[in-house]
């Protein structure tokens, strides 16, 4: 009988590249959580639980995602300073209104492993509001993640 190794990912068999997702026209929700996916590495064979072996992804253009239904005018995020009343309130309208790039950057946060793991995956993600990034010089391979679950 012929015993089978499990695989396990590490540093020196995980390669790991730049994507660009464009965020156009596209429903927070669905977006967030396929990101989600890629940042994690459960996209890729080799993926592994307890090793982060996600790639870096880019969103452009979140000012252009969209929420469907009535969500722009029902969600309402909520933070609380810790003080007594100190409870906020904040529209997504609004709050797309005036950081875009954050209720994405949430909506995955939420989405993510909730210790040392999850944090570390969280850093490989960079959110731009408009088309421009700083990321040229690791040429992103752009990936369209409308009609296909990744």
Not at 6 to 24: G, H, M, V, Y
């Amino acid at each position: 009988m012929i015993a089978q190794k499990s695989f396990f990912a590490d540093q020196q068999n995980t390669k790991r590249e730049w994507l660009l997702i464009d965020a156009t026209d596209l429903p927070v929700g669905r977006l967030c959580s396929r990101v989600a996916l890629i940042l994690r590495g459960k996209h890729k064979p080799t993926y592994t639980p307890h090793y982060d072996a996600g790639d870096y992804v880019i969103i452009i253009n979140a000012n252009k995602a969209v929420f469907t239904g009535k969500k722009m005018t029902d969600k309402y995020y909520f933070s609380y300073s810790g003080y007594v009343g100190g409870d906020k309130y904040v529209q997504a309208k609004e709050a797309m209104h005036k950081k875009p790039a954050w209720v994405i950057e949430h909506a995955i946060k939420g989405m993510l492993p909730k210790n040392s793991l999850g944090r570390d995956m969280f850093k490989k993600l960079k959110v731009y509001e408009n088309a421009e990034h700083p990321h040229a010089a690791q040429k992103p391979r752009k990936i369209d993640i409308k009609g296909k679950a990744n």
